[in-house]
């Protein structure tokens, strides 16, 4: 009926009228409808180049060009881990580890807009260890959840200060940071001197008893961290160290650690010689031309003067120390001999005869007494009974070839040189108050440029310092002098000499004063005088002869010249 179909129909038409042609045209929509519409479309239409532009977002290194030094540096591994609560994009190369923060994607999508990020650097020589970082309960000791990797770096401080310092790369995929690990644990191996064994000396008597838990408190847990391997043996009387040196299988270590003052690690440093001695089958009565140690020697200082590690480190600082060691920073040093005619005394680095040998004689002689309290008084009892010394120096000077043009008159000079150098021996005889023989600088706290400035560690030349006799009062501003900057050579009895070899030959006194201390007139009676050889007692009759050994040893340290705090060396000598 068509009455009846008109109802359905007209609606119909309303919702799809026909136009001109027939097609059917988009009903009419409100211009905020339309402008929805347009936005719709526009995103759908950059959808596709939006994976591309977050790729670029999340990898603004690979654009970036390589900063100068660093083109062709080939990339190891790249991933994206958590630093700092924040996501980065890491970059780890042979040479450094560098991460960028993963910016936001710019909410009106124009990449333009997007802020450069602050790319952070590691140099990976700076890395001393990596490990994998993981959650686990009261008690537990293995396994865990992952959290990431931890690595641990070696930061430069204030003052020569070494401190180490945890970087956390924070992710949970166990496979991610497992391949991360490996190769971060291939580039740390592949670093030189960096040792994996190392047998540890610890001398409990040092200074306030305190070696043992410098130890074990600041030392140990560096070593474990860098994944190093210790033999520890704690000494227990004077000489033990010596003793165990010369019965250790040294080739089994990669380098020999001492917990103490100067008078420890002077018996390391002599028992570590005289091993290498014997091991070379070298007659250790006469030496000559000695071998050099086989493996490297680490100073931590827990004395009272810590001269060495002054020296090395320019700082008293377990921490340092210790870091220098695991970082592996070699330093060949020079070393003298210490001879009679017969046989060999010692290998030292420093020694005294006179008034530094006194008052460390009559220090030894009240052991009983706390070391800080000990050390004033034998220093103003000597001070106070200051007698010169009689003897008879002779030295030869340092032959330094003069700079030619031609390389072939130079090495004719010097051949002719070394050749009449064993007639220019020199003589000094009368009243000495003291005698310092010093093949390395001795800087101390108490000396900051060091008891021999112009001498250094490694240049093969000792410092013969002469004070020859002269008033109480004259000597004591001498003495002042090694605490300042002035020049502590500057007086008219102070007499100073660069040389290669020393000969001391004490002349025995007719009479003896009743004035000196029991301890000096016995030694005097007996005909043995007292040496300090880097602060340990040695007791001689006979002339002592000194030779000084290029680069016999390596410590773990540094050149203090090198140090931020090192003064200017003087031309005093």
């Known amino acids: 009926m068509p009455g009846a179909a008109a109802p359905f129909l007209r609606p119909q038409r309303r919702a799809w009228p026909e136009g001109p042609a027939g097609g059917r045209p988009p009903p009419e929509q409100s211009p905020q409808a339309a402008a929805a519409v347009a936005a719709g479309a526009a995103r759908a239409r950059s959808s596709a180049a939006a994976p591309e532009e977050r790729r670029r977002r999340v990898a603004p290194l690979a654009a970036a060009a390589a900063p100068p030094g660093e083109a062709g540096e080939e990339a190891l591994l790249r991933g994206i881990f958590e630093i700092s609560k924040r996501s ?21 999508g124009d990449s333009s807009m997007v802020l450069q990020a602050q790319e952070e650097i590691i140099e990976m020589k700076d890395v001393f260890s990596v490990k994998l970082k993981r959650r686990r309960f009261v008690g537990q000791k293995k396994g865990g959840t992952l959290l990431g990797i931890t690595i641990f770096k070696c930061l430069n401080k204030e003052e020569n200060k070494l401190t180490d310092c945890a970087i956390h790369l924070n992710n949970l995929s166990e496979d991610h940071c497992q391949s991360w690990f490996r190769h971060l644990k291939e580039i740390l191996n592949g670093f030189q001197n960096r040792p994996k064994s190392l047998k540890v000396f610890v001398n409990p008597s040092s200074h306030k008893r305190e070696a043992t838990h410098v130890y074990y408190e600041q030392v140990a847990p560096l070593f474990k961290l860098a994944d190093i391997k210790t033999d520890v043996t704690v000494t227990e009387y004077e000489g033990h160290a010596l003793s165990v040196l010369k019965e250790c299988e040294l080739q089994a270590f990669d380098g020999v650690v001492c917990v103490g003052g100067d008078g420890s690690v002077s018996e390391v440093a002599h028992g570590l010689l005289l091993k290498a001695q014997i091991d070379a089958g070298k007659d250790t009565d006469y030496i000559p031309t000695p071998v050099r140690a086989p493996v490297p020697l680490g100073v931590i200082p827990a004395g009272t003067t810590n001269i060495l ?152 030349s000792m410092a013969l310092i002469v004070v020859q006799n002269t008033s109480r009062t004259e000597f004591i501003k001498h003495l002042k002098r090694y605490a300042s900057v002035k020049n502590q050579f500057n007086f008219p009895f102070v007499e100073t000499y660069t040389v290669q070899e020393v000969k001391v030959q004490p002349r025995l006194k007719s009479g003896l004063d009743a004035k000196e201390n029991t301890y000096l007139n016995a030694a005097s009676a007996e005909g043995n005088y007292p040496w300090n050889i880097d602060g340990d007692l040695m007791k001689e009759a006979s002339e002592v002869h000194v030779r000084v050994h290029p680069q016999l040893i390596n410590l773990y340290g540094v050149n203090t010249d090198d140090l931020e705090s090192s003064q200017a060396a003087c031309n005093c000598i």
Not at 91 to 105: D, H, K, T, Y
Request: aromatic share 8%.
């Open 309 to 460: 590690a002054h020296t090395l480190y320019g700082i008293k600082h377990a921490v340092t120390a210790t870091l220098h060691i695991v970082m592996g920073h070699i330093q060949p040093v020079d070393v003298c001999t210490f001879s009679t005619p017969s046989k060999l005394l010692r290998f030292g680095f420093s020694a005294m005869f006179g008034f530094g040998a006194r008052t460390l004689a009559l220090a030894e002689k009240h052991r009983w007494m706390p070391s800080s309290q000990r050390k004033d008084f034998a220093f103003i009892k000597t001070l106070a009974d200051l007698k010169p010394e009689e003897c008879e120096l002779s030295f030869l000077p340092l032959q330094i070839p003069q700079e030619d043009s031609h390389e072939n008159d130079r090495k004719k000079k010097e051949k002719v040189k070394k050749k009449g150098s064993k007639d220019q021996w020199h003589k000094i005889q009368g009243h000495f108050l003291n005698v310092s023989i010093m093949a390395i600088p001795c800087l101390c706290s108490m000396a900051p440029r060091g008891l021999a400035p112009n001498t250094r560690l490694n240049n093969g």
């Open 88 to 108: 980065c994009d890491v970059v780890l190369s042979a040479r450094r580890l560098r991460w960028s923060p993963i910016l936001p994607e710019s909410p009106t």
